[in-house]
Each structure stands twice: as structure tokens, then as C-alpha cells.
């Protein structure tokens, strides 16, 4: 590791882009608008890592900053934000961003520039697909929820006949797919697998499920369709266990189905920090230092940090300059963590080597539910289309 | 696989039925529009997303005030239908009349300015909801007495069965008999004779299932789905009084026929148009009301689905035709629920419920190419 940093200090040494002595990293969420309370715990966690490790960065003759910056959640934001990072010399590593749409253009821009990004929050499979060097995540994937899930429907549930509902995008049909597959491999029948765009009236696929009897019902999709869909086959009769992937992480989902939500199960990406025993002392400083509680992604938002500032270090007690960002970039990508979210390595494309997912149960239709199983599964060895 | 689709048929049309009873009188309100302007007013699902909301807004508001359901609920109608006729007749006020004051001839023009109107529609609702409540996806609340549910009687099953059976046989002999007077000269069969050989083998067919249709069908019906049939029947009656037997009624008719005319008789067709406005609009919000009472969930962009299929609905029946939306609404709504799930059975799960609509549209063209004036718009002279 030692030589490999030497070596690369020699080889870039000379394109040193930052020659001050002021080191940013840079954090890119939404502080405005309805999803501010998850973006703000990104940047709370972030700055909880940088504030930690700044005197350390001091003794080497650096000074480490945060850059919280407002992406409101939108991708045209996030883009032009993106564009503005990039022309900073000072910034050498993004800490974001909370939603994945906004999330993939932005972090293309981010690889014109070589711009290291780790995300604490983005689970949608095209982020790391692409095989960007730049760009990691500290979050499981949308495509192994549905694996996830089977196992849990199949070993611990019993599930025997499964009836698979999706809502035909690429998120909730591709969880839909793979939750099938798994199912079918750990040995359940699939009595159906039907996508429908429907917001309202579920009463056709109920008749089917009439028919066709089954015990357990996956939904593939968000809480919106979800809850209606649930609070219809329970009118209707139907007892089918109801389990989805993240979408139905929501309060809004148990509004919206009332009383039906009870007893339904969803997997998770982002557990709740009581199941992340490590996460304990960082929890009180975290409480301490900004008056509430860390919630969320504000765990994943601190390791991203770590992860960031553990490389820069390496790289800054050797070279005692700070590194380009194409340097920094791949130091990330062979940077190793104990962090409180477990232990932190990541792949070829920039997944967490293996992450955690969780499956909650809504044991009253009160939100949110207990954690009753903690699954750790390995990122899928997808194909790099293409590297750029 | 037969005997599956068998058991079903009761309870899909029934489902169908409730459905197309709201698409029913949704279309009401295309039709009666288009009878007298000859208006296609694209506004109408925004005006029945109106009284959806408005009716969610009811029942939140008023839940802990009134206790007993059934006087909240017809509050909500109340309510919701007022919302939507005040709306409606907004929006004949500011956006049709000045088009029709100024003689546009262009037909494209009021169309236009409808799919405007409706857009503006959608995000006005969703800025009001979104300064009042900080979301815009309103719930109806729950009841045990409307989510209530009764056996239905095995008979009404079966006699739905055979009745649909027959029907399906009766379409066979009519094409049978087409085909045999191609290679055949003989004289076209009478619809006495179609209806006899389809009742014989409506017979065999019982017989021969009789393990299925006269075991348990397992019919349920809930009572918010009662309520949605007697609430559409009770409006459906009564629109039908209003329109052959008050002077309101007769002078709508008037206009339709010929405006000009109308006037002369001392009718002010500007009122009647207002009027036949609130109507629609009422008849539209009452059904927001019952959609969301079914189906839950409502929000700004609620109207657009219901409202293309009930425009279809209004088409099917014939446009302008108040008899034919309402025919129309009932066969659309069966049609899309037979679709949606016969289609995954018979064809092994290739195709799932997310073509229900092509199934119904496809089935709506080729009724169409049979008879383009639609199911019951034969008569031109009476619109509405």
C-alpha cells in the first residue's frame, strides 16, 4: 500500500492540482424543500467525520473544510451544483448525494473531472453500473433487496406459493425479477408475476389472486400503489402475507393502507442505528453536537466521510501535498474501513463489497416497524457495459 | 384453466359493473356537454378530480364532528358534487364563453383551451392542497360499515353465468350464420332463431360445467359497493326525470337541437348551457366522491385515467346520447375488468393485467367499425 502510494505521488506529482494548503470535501444533498430532514442528516454525518479529523489534518500542515452543499433534490440542481464543485480546485472528494436520479447525471460530471463521490444513500443499481472509477457507494443495491427478500419470504416465512406484483419501472420490476428468481431457487412456486400501473382499482389482479390462492404476495414498487393495493386485498378477503422492498419504507405507506399495513414486511437498505452496535459512541457525539438524534443516512453519511478522509490522509502524511483528484479517486476505490456501519471495502465497480440489508415488520400498523432479520449479501458481479 | 375463469365470471362483472357505473357518470358529463355545444370538454376529468378532493377534504374535516357514516357520506356527495358543478360552470364562464361570444368558428380552439383549462385545473388543486396540507395524496377514510362485506346468493352467480354465456353463444351463432350464407345461399337467420340455438347450448354448457357453476361462487360485495350502485341509479333516475320532464329538461333539449331556434322561444341558451354545466359538473363530482370512497387514494392527477375512459364510454354509447354514456360506462367498465383478469389466464401469463386496456380499446374500435355512431346513438336529432 505504502508503495503504491509513493508510486502514485511520483507519477502525478507534477499535476498537483490544489497547491494551497486548504483540502474541501464536499457534501451534496438536498437542505431544501420536502426531503430536507434526510439530506440535512447526510451532511450532519459528514461534517461530524471532517470535524473529527481536522486536528490530525492540522499536525500535517492542512487545513480540512466541509462544503455542504443544496441540491433541493432535483437533478437539473444537482447537475448545475456538480458543475460548480468541479471548478473548485480546493474540492477533492463529494460526499453525496441522497437520491439516485439526481445522483447519476450529476456524477457525470463529476467524471470529466475525476472527481471522487461517495455515496451514503443511492441504491439504484446504474449508479456503480456504469464503472465509473470515481464513483462508490456505502448502501446496498435495489437488485439485492428482492434476493434479500426471498430468502427471508422463503426460509423464514414459509412462503410456498408466491404472487408477484410489480409497477413496471425499472426499480420495482427489476426488485420484482430478482425476487422471483430466488424464490423460485430456494424452491416457492410464483402462482404469478403481473405488472400493472394501476393507482386505484387493484380489484382485477385481486380476482387472479382469488384464483389462484396464494400465501405470500411480493409488491415490487412504491408505497403509493402499495398501500392502496393492500388495503383492497385485505377488504377483499385475501390474508397473503404482503412484503415489499424499500418503496414502502414510508410513514405514508401505513397512512394509506390503515389498518392493513399491520403484519406487512418490507426490506431496507439504511437500518436504523440501533442494530449498528459500533454506531453507539458516535451516536452520543453526534446528539451532543447537534441537538437530535442521528437518523437515516447520517451513519452511512459519517463512514462516507471516513472512507474520504481515511485515503486523503495516506495520501497527504506521505506526499505532503494533496492529491490530485484522479489519485485520490482510486485511493478511495482500495481504501478499507472499520467504520460503524461494519466493515467498508469496495469492489471493481465501486459496491460495497457486502453490504447489510433489513427486514422490517409492521407488527402494528404503526410506522416505523421492528427490525427482524439483518441480511449481509454481496454486490452482484454485473458486467461493466462499458469503461470509460 | 376453464374452470377457473368460469368460477370468476360473476364476480368480474360485478367489479366491472361498479367500476363502469362511476365511468357511467363521468361520461354524463361529456355527453351532455357535447350535445349542446358540441364541445368535447377534456376539463370534465379535472372537474370530477375536483369533487374527489373536495370529498376527501369532507370526510377528514367532518370525521370527528358527525358520527354516523352514512350522514357523512352523503354530506361528501353533497359537498364534492357542489365543488365540482361551481367549477364547472367557472369554467364555462371564463374559458368557453368568451370563446364562444367572439364567434370562433374554429372548432380546435374551445378543444384546446379544454386541455388548457385542464392542466391549470390539476396544479391549482395541487398548489391549493400543497399550501393547505403540505401533501397532496388525500385519503377517505376507512369504515367498518362501508367495508362491511355480504355473500350474495348462489343464483345471482349462476343466472350471471348463463346470462353471459348465452350472450357469448348468441355473437357466435350471429358470425356462425355469417359465414354460412357465404358458401350458402340461404336467408339470414332470424334473432329468434340465434336466440334459441344460444339458449340450447347455453344448456349444454351449464350441464356440462354444472360441477362448477353450481358449486359455492363465492360472490362478496361490500357495502361501499352498494352504495356506489344506488348512489349511480338513484342520479342516473334522476337526471333522466330532469331531462323529459321539467322545463329545464325540455329547454336543454331545445338548445341541443337548435340554439338558435331555442332563442326564439324565448330560451336564453347561455343559461341553459350554464346549466347543463352544473349538471355535468355535479354528476362528475358525485362520482369523484364514489371513486374515492372506493378506491381510496385521491390527488390532483386522480381525473385523467376515469376521464379518457369515460369519454370513451360517452363514444362507445354513442356521444351526446345520455342513454348511450351510461351503456357505454357499464360496458367499458366489464370489459376493462375482464381484461384485466382473464388476460394473465389465457395467455399463460404473457400478457398481464397491464393490458386490460388494450383489450378494451381494441374491443371498442372494432365495436366502433360495426357501428360508428356507438352502441345506442342511432336517432341524430334528439342529443341529449
Not at chain 1, 177 to 194: I, S, T
Request: one cysteine or more.
Amino acid at each position: 500500500m505504502k508503495k503504491a502510494l509513493l508510486a502514485l505521488a511520483l507519477a502525478f506529482g507534477a499535476s498537483a492540482l490544489a497547491q494551497g494548503n486548504v483540502i474541501k470535501i464536499a457534501t451534496v444533498s438536498p437542505l431544501s424543500g420536502e426531503q430536507a430532514a434526510l439530506g440535512e442528516m447526510i451532511k450532519l454525518g459528514a461534517q461530524l467525520a471532517v470535524e473529527e479529523a481536522q486536528p490530525e489534518f492540522e499536525k500535517l500542515g492542512f487545513k480540512l473544510e466541509l462544503a455542504p452543499q443544496d441540491d433541493q433534490a432535483n437533478p437539473d440542481v444537482g447537475v448545475a451544483v456538480a458543475r460548480r464543485l468541479v471548478t473548485d480546485p480546493e474540492i477533492v472528494a463529494i460526499v453525496g448525494h441522497l437520491n439516485t436520479g439526481v445522483a447519476i447525471p450529476s456524477s457525470e460530471v463529476y467524471k470529466d473531472y475525476q472527481l471522487a463521490m461517495v455515496s451514503p444513500a443511492n441504491t439504484g443499481p446504474a449508479v456503480t453500473d456504469r464503472c465509473y472509477l470515481n464513483v462508490n457507494r456505502l448502501v446496498g443495491r435495489d437488485d439485492v433487496q428482492g434476493p434479500a427478500g426471498a430468502e427471508f419470504a422463503v426460509k423464514e416465512l414459509g412462503a410456498k406459493r408466491i404472487f408477484i406484483v410489480h409497477d413496471k419501472t425499472t426499480y420495482g420490476q427489476g426488485v420484482a425479477e430478482q425476487f422471483k428468481k430466488k424464490a423460485e431457487e430456494l424452491g416457492a412456486q410464483v402462482v404469478g408475476f403481473v405488472g400493472t400501473e394501476e393507482k386505484a382499482n387493484f380489484q382485477a389482479l385481486i380476482l387472479q389472486m382469488k384464483a389462484k390462492k396464494p400465501d405470500f404476495v411480493y409488491f415490487g414498487g412504491i408505497y403509493h400503489q402499495a398501500g392502496v393495493l393492500l388495503k383492497q386485498m385485505r377488504e377483499r378477503g385475501i390474508k397473503a402475507t404482503f412484503m415489499g422492498p424499500d418503496g414502502l419504507d414510508s410513514s405514508k405507506f401505513v397512512e394509506i393502507a390503515g389498518e392493513a399495513a399491520k403484519g406487512a414486511y418490507y426490506t431496507t437498505v439504511a437500518g436504523p442505528i440501533e442494530k449498528y452496535p459500533k454506531a453507539k459512541a458516535m451516536a452520543e457525539k453526534f446528539e451532543k453536537k447537534f441537538g437530535k438524534k442521528p437518523e437515516s443516512f447520517a451513519i452511512y453519511a459519517y463512514d462516507s466521510a471516513n472512507v474520504v478522509i481515511k485515503a486523503l490522509k495516506d495520501f497527504v502524511a506521505y506526499a505532503k501535498r494533496p492529491p490530485t483528484r484522479a489519485e485520490l479517486s482510486m485511493l478511495i476505490r482500495q481504501t478499507t474501513l472499520e467504520g460503524v456501519t461494519g466493515h467498508v471495502a469496495f469492489d471493481y465497480k465501486g459496491d460495497r463489497k457486502k453490504a447489510d440489508y433489513f427486514v422490517i415488520h409492521l407488527k402494528e400498523a404503526k410506522y416505523p416497524g421492528e427490525v427482524v432479520k439483518v441480511i449481509s449479501f454481496p454486490a452482484p458481479a454485473t458486467k461493466c457495459e462499458a469503461i470509460k | 384453466m376453464l374452470e377457473i375463469l368460469i368460477q370468476l365470471l360473476p364476480s368480474v362483472l360485478l367489479e366491472g359493473l361498479i367500476l363502469g357505473f362511476v365511468y357511467a357518470m363521468i361520461a354524463l358529463g361529456y355527453t351532455m356537454v357535447y350535445g349542446v355545444l358540441e364541445l368535447i370538454n377534456f376539463a370534465h376529468s379535472e372537474i370530477f378530480m375536483a369533487g374527489a378532493v373536495a370529498g376527501a377534504e369532507t370526510f377528514i374535516l367532518l370525521k370527528g364532528a358527525i358520527a354516523n357514516p352514512f350522514l357523512l357520506l352523503a354530506l361528501a356527495i353533497l359537498i364534492g358534487g357542489a365543488v365540482a358543478a361551481i367549477v364547472a360552470i367557472l369554467v364555462e364562464r371564463l374559458a368557453y364563453r368568451p370563446l364562444r361570444k367572439r364567434g370562433t368558428t374554429n372548432r380546435l380552439v374551445p378543444l384546446i383551451t379544454a386541455i388548457g383549462v385542464s392542466f391549470f385545473l390539476q396544479d391549482l388543486v395541487r398548489l391549493i392542497e400543497g399550501l393547505w396540507h403540505n401533501a397532496f395524496y388525500r385519503r377517505y377514510p376507512s369504515f367498518a360499515v362501508f367495508e362491511a362485506t355480504y355473500n350474495l346468493p348462489n343464483w345471482i352467480g349462476v343466472l350471471t353465468i348463463a346470462l353471459t354465456v348465452w350472450l357469448g353463444f348468441w355473437v357466435l351463432a350471429y358470425f356462425g350464420d355469417w359465414l354460412i350464407r357465404l358458401f350458402a345461399k340461404k336467408p339470414r337467420a332470424t334473432g329468434r332463431t340465434l336466440s334459441l340455438v344460444a339458449a340450447g347450448l347455453t344448456l349444454v354448457f351449464l350441464f356440462l360445467y354444472r360441477h362448477v357453476v353450481f358449486a359455492d361462487l363465492g360472490m362478496t360485495i361490500q357495502m361501499k359497493s352498494i352504495l356506489v350502485i344506488v348512489v349511480s341509479l338513484a342520479m342516473l333516475y334522476g337526471l333522466n326525470w330532469l331531462v323529459h320532464k321539467t322545463k329545464l329538461g325540455i329547454a336543454i333539449r331545445a338548445v341541443a337541437q337548435d340554439a338558435q331556434t331555442a332563442s326564439l322561444m324565448g330560451i336564453d341558451p347561455d343559461v341553459i348551457v350554464s346549466r347543463t354545466f352544473l349538471i355535468g359538473g355535479f354528476l362528475g363530482g358525485v362520482a369523484g366522491v364514489l371513486f374515492g370512497l372506493l378506491y381510496t387514494l385521491v390527488h390532483p392527477y386522480v381525473g385523467f385515467i376515469p376521464g379518457i375512459k369515460a369519454f370513451t364510454a360517452a363514444v362507445l354509447g354513442g356521444i351526446g346520447n345520455i342513454t348511450g354514456a351510461a351503456v357505454g360506462g357499464l360496458v367499458l367498465g366489464m370489459l376493462e375488468m375482464l381484461g384485466g383478469t382473464y388476460l394473465t389466464f389465457l395467455t399463460n401469463g404473457a400478457m398481464g393485467t397491464e393490458y386490460k386496456d388494450i383489450l378494451a380499446f381494441m374491443i371498442l374500435i372494432f365495436i366502433l367499425l360495426f357501428r360508428p355512431q356507438g352502441i345506442i346513438g342511432q336517432q341524430l336529432g334528439e342529443k341529449v
